[in-house]
């Protein structure tokens, strides 16, 4: 089992930055790759960006690439996603997940955490 909590979420305008943190507990952490992903009421989760075990690859859907930054710290049971450039549009609740596999696929994310508000104001 892999237990996950978001933090970081909050309400802020477009244009500012917010930094979201998920702290990882229970079997080795660096054994998964980690995802962050978003929903919004009536729609379906979507993929926001990924990043394998040791950090040295990532990748990001096209609508936050050049905005969005995962990282992680393995020795903190961490990953990050540093949000710059925030656009109404990214409003969201933000999901952190730890899958075996370097997936973007929802469905093969076996652990998630119970999600974090992101509001964007205009």
């Known amino acids: 089992q892999v237990q996950l909590v978001e933090s970081g979420g909050g309400l802020v305008q477009a244009g500012g930055s917010l930094r979201l943190s998920c702290a990882a507990s229970?079997?080795?952490?660096?054994?998964?790759?980690m995802g962050w992903f978003r929903q919004v009421p009536g729609k379906e989760r979507e993929f926001v960006t990924l990043?394998?075990?040791?950090?040295?690859?990532?990748s990001y859907a096209d609508s936050v690439k050049g905005r969005f930054t995962i990282s992680r710290d393995n020795a903190k049971n961490m990953v990050y996603l540093q949000m710059n450039s925030l656009k109404p549009e990214d409003t969201a609740v933000y999901y952190c997940?730890?899958?075996?596999?370097?997936?973007?696929?929802?469905?093969?994310?076996?652990?998630w955490g119970q999600g974090t508000q992101v509001t964007v104001s205009s």
């Open positions: 997940a730890a899958s075996r596999f370097l997936t973007s696929i929802v469905r093969d994310y076996g652990y």
């Open positions: 229970g079997r080795t952490f660096s054994d998964y790759a």
């Open positions: 990043i394998n075990w040791s950090g040295s690859t990532t």
